[in-house]
Nanobody
Framework: QLVETGGGLVQAGESLRLSCTAS????????IAWFRQAPGKEREGVAC???????EYANSVKGRFTIARANAKNTVYLSMNDLKPEATAVYSC??????????????????????WGQGTQVIVSS
């Protein structure tokens, strides 16, 4: 089970840190991804991190968002800085066992993720 927390209402330019916490054991073998879905839009990948710690970001958030994992806490964080109104969305995390030999995670591979969270709402006002 994955639980996301940390969403809320902020003004443009402010920051938020989201958490994705997993229950159970073996967290370290999972790749984790953050996705977001705005009203009327398709779900899009935001950031992902492999079990190795290697991370990838959507072009729209590079330099402003950081994904980091804390395996001892069964948690992956998404730190979001300089938020823009277009970041308003429900943010969800997904987890899948990392069996890929690729050094990079890939958002499409999470279509068959083992676990999904229920999401947390982020609203950025202008």
């Amino acid at each position: 089970q994955l639980v996301e927390t940390g969403g809320g209402l902020v003004q443009a330019g402010e920051s938020l840190r989201l958490s994705c916490t997993a229950s159970g054991s073996g967290f370290g073998v999972y790749s984790i991804a953050w996705f977001r879905q705005a009203p009327g839009k398709e779900r899009e990948g935001v950031a992902c991190v492999k079990s190795s710690g290697s991370a990838e970001y959507a072009n729209s958030v590079k330099g402003r968002f950081t994904i980091a994992r804390a395996n001892a806490k069964n948690t992956v964080y998404l730190s979001m800085n300089d938020l823009k109104p277009e970041a308003t969305a429900v943010y969800s995390c997904a987890a899948q066992v990392d069996v890929s030999l690729s050094p990079s995670c890939s958002f499409p591979t999470f279509d068959s993720a083992d676990l999904w969270g229920q999401g947390t709402q982020v609203i950025v006002s202008s």
